[in-house]
């Protein structure tokens, strides 16, 4: 039987509930707001991201559930195979892998989109090519690809330096993103009269609320990274659950405040109408000035690097227990020699991501569109293995793993499953409000095409294997005793 190589136990509750955090603000809740309200009306948006948040702290329950009994790395990767078998497991690890790699990616180029805002001259030198009518420069290239190298270079470093960063990160940028949004309400300019009216005019209120909702998975997706961080707790994995919740519940207010403190400025609709390359960054400009500006700035910037440092971990963690189970390559299990990190997948996900910047942002906003897919794929197979782990009944046949009879638990499961349905129904049903366009289509397609090649080709190995060993490798134990 193959050796099993674990990971170091050295995370602590806050480092986890940072990475958790961090991952799922991002830079989106400083970037987007602009281009929400122009989908949903401010109060479109607040109640899609609540409605969402709610919905997804059932995924956040089953995938706490499934740490608690088995806090090993892998996240949906690991849980699928528990309840699936390999080749579901494959088939969701796979997609997941595509919507961590995007986030990164992403998380660099609005790091360059934001220099771009400061100081757009500088950046606009070495105008290579338009794609999709975004104009590529080359020191926008050098930017995005500077931040993707040095945070690289930092997860490489060391998980628990790279942890403990990210909690600091996290407390700056709540601090400084409260700060803004005080400022903003107490600023004798501006109005919550600039939230009239609450809903984006002529779309049905379902409707726009219904927009916000389908990108919830997308948004949120930093909670994910609790279950791939799992083998390196040094604390209870039962405490996973509440770490989860409170993540949610925190990225939840958040993107909450930060509406609240771009729409106060001016009335929203003709904020929107304005078409600023960085509609809060103008907004807060306009009310607060250069000291406003900085702080937004400097919240930014830290929901950037914490979005750099978690999609990092996630998707290096998530590749090295693929590759432990030998259903990728077994250069991808290997660990740094004096950090004990999965070095060989971060550079493999920086390297993959340094391709992103020569596409320009509106390619870039397709595939990330397309990821959404990947990550309601995972909260889909969360949902269902709970499902499968909890027992109606004590008389109730069920699988050998099944833990315990909990009907509480199952119905959460089941109600969790429904839900993250509906997240990929409205991202591949026709006519439904976040239906994917055609170039993410295009970019989805092409991810599975390379899928089925890496199965093709590494596959043998992965469906070989017995799988008394098979669970050895993931699980850490043989689920047949």
């Known amino acids: 039987m193959a050796e099993r190589i674990t990971l170091e136990k050295s995370f602590k509750p806050h480092w986890v509930w940072a ?35 709610l919905i997804l702290c059932l995924v956040g329950l089953c995938t706490g559930f499934l740490v608690k009994a088995y806090p090993v790395t892998g996240g949906a990767f690991t ?36 220099v771009k805002f400061l100081a757009p001259e500088f950046v606009k030198q070495g105008f290579l090519y338009s794609v999709a009518g975004w104009d590529v420069y080359l020191m926008e290239v050098v930017i995005a690809s500077a931040m993707l190298i040095i945070f690289a270079w930092l997860n490489i470093r060391g998980a628990d330096s790279t942890a403990q960063t990210q909690f600091y990160f996290c407390v700056l940028l709540i601090i400084a993103a409260t700060g803004v949004t005080i400022g903003m309400i ?14 984006k005019p002529g779309l049905p209120t379902w409707s726009a609320i219904a927009a916000i909702v389908a990108i919830s998975p997308w948004a949120y997706v930093g909670f994910d990274t609790v279950p791939q961080a799992a083998e390196e707790f040094n604390f209870s994995p039962g405490k996973a659950t509440f770490l989860i919740l409170a993540a949610l519940a925190v990225s939840a207010s958040h993107y909450s405040i930060m509406i609240i403190a771009t729409a106060l400025a001016m009335p929203w609709m003709e904020l929107v109408a304005q078409q600023h390359l960085w509609g809060t960054g103008q907004a807060v400009l306009g009310v607060l000035g250069k000291v406003g500006l900085a702080a937004i700035v400097i919240a930014l910037c830290m929901g950037i690097f914490t979005g750099l440092i978690g999609f990092y971990i996630s998707c290096s963690r998530l590749m090295f227990a693929m590759s432990r189970a030998k259903a990728l390559p077994p250069i991808f299990s290997r660990l740094h020699g004096k950090h004990c ?24 906003l397709w595939i ?15 949902c269902a293995v709970a499902y499968r782990l909890f027992k109606w009944t004590p008389n109730q046949v069920a699988p050998a793993f099944c833990k315990e009879v909990a009907p509480y638990k199952k119905l959460v499961a089941l109600l969790g499953f429904v839900c993250s ?51 050895q490798l993931i699980l850490g134990q043989d689920t047949s005793i």
């Open 368 to 382: 990330v569109d397309m990821s959404a897919v990947g990550i309601s794929v995972a909260f889909i197979y969360y």
């Open 421 to 471: 349905l509906g997240f990929l129904a409205l991202l591949l049903i026709p006519g439904s409000p976040g239906f994917l366009k055609g170039p993410s289509w295009i970019a989805l397609l092409a991810w599975l095409g390379l899928g089925l090649v890496f199965y093709l080709v590494f596959g043998k190995a992965y469906l070989e294997t017995p799988k008394a060993e098979l669970d």
């Open 341 to 364: 990190t999965p070095h060989i997948n971060i550079i493999f996900v920086c390297a993959l991501c340094l391709l992103a910047p020569w596409f320009g942002r509106s390619v870039l």
């Open 186 to 199: 107490a600023s004798p300019e501006t109005s919550f009269h600039n939230l009239m009216p609450p809903f």
């Open 19 to 53: 990475i958790a955090f961090g991952s799922a603000i991002g830079w989106g809740s400083f970037v987007l707001p602009v281009e929400w309200m122009a989908a949903a009306g401010p109060m479109g948006v607040i109640i899609g991201l609540w409605i969402g948040a």
């Open 79 to 114: 849980y699928a195979y528990l309840a699936f078998g390999r080749k579901h497991a494959f088939f969701c690890g796979w997609f997941l892998i595509m919507g961590y790699a995007a986030i990164v990616a992403l998380n660099a180029s609005a790091f360059s989109l934001m």
